[in-house]
């Protein structure tokens, strides 16, 4: 196994296969911008270096977020030294699936959308992702790899080697902080999302709040 995935054509199969959850998780830790790309090539560096030891004791993907989770934690230590901010409003792929989704609903239900809503949307997508920002390290990656990437307990305590336990911990404080903020942010917008929850909860990519 370890020798298909660390020939040319099986690494780079491989890189095809993960590289948008990469630079998708990557922007949502990280915030958006240029040096994504930067980091993802490091995330592949590093996977690359480490797959003659990969033992097969946890799935490819789930050592993969391991290394993401690393990288970004040696650029929030970088950013924390020299001072810098992450940028306001990351940017977003446009295969990135938004935190906050559009309400369900097929093509039309969606252009139906007044120019009221649509900025309540922008309003409320902004709110979530300076909330993000303000969780600490360890609750903004288990929020996203739980709610963005789909991933189940087991498989964040072993990306980010944690107790099962304290993962489930860090979610429910993350997600409290989380919503503490929006609605003290943005209270109307918060509320109006709140009062839509009855028939439509607004979603964190493919998992809801």
Not at 66 to 86: G, S
Not at 161 to 182: C, D, F, Q, W
Request: aromatic residues 6%; proline residues 4%; glycine residues 6%.
């Amino acid at each position: 196994m370890r020798e298909g995935l660390t020939s040319p054509e099986g690494f780079e199969a491989l890189v095809r296969e993960h590289q948008t959850a990469v630079f998708r998780t990557l922007t949502r830790l990280t915030g958006g911008g240029a040096h994504v790309e930067d980091l993802a090539q490091e995330v592949f560096l590093r996977l690359y270096r480490a797959l003659p030891n990969f033992r097969g004791d946890a799935a490819i993907a789930t050592y993969l977020y391991r290394i993401t989770y690393n990288v970004a934690q040696d650029e929030w230590k970088r950013r924390r030294r020299e001072r810098t901010h992450i940028a306001e409003t990351p940017a977003q792929d446009e295969d990135e699936t938004s935190w906050v989704e559009s309400l369900p609903g097929d093509a039309l239900q969606q252009h139906a959308r007044n120019p009221e809503q649509l900025m309540a949307d922008a309003q409320m997508q902004q709110a979530v992702e300076q909330a993000l920002r303000g969780l600490s390290d360890v609750e903004r990656a288990v929020l996203v790899l739980y709610h963005q990437e789909e991933c189940s307990y087991e498989g964040i305590a072993a990306a980010l080697e944690l107790p099962l336990n304290t993962v489930r911990t860090h979610l429910h404080r993350g997600r409290k902080k989380l919503a503490e903020t929006i609605q003290t942010t943005v209270p109307a917008v918060a509320t109006r999302h709140h009062n839509d929850m009855s028939t439509q909860v607004p979603a964190v990519a493919g998992r809801r709040l």
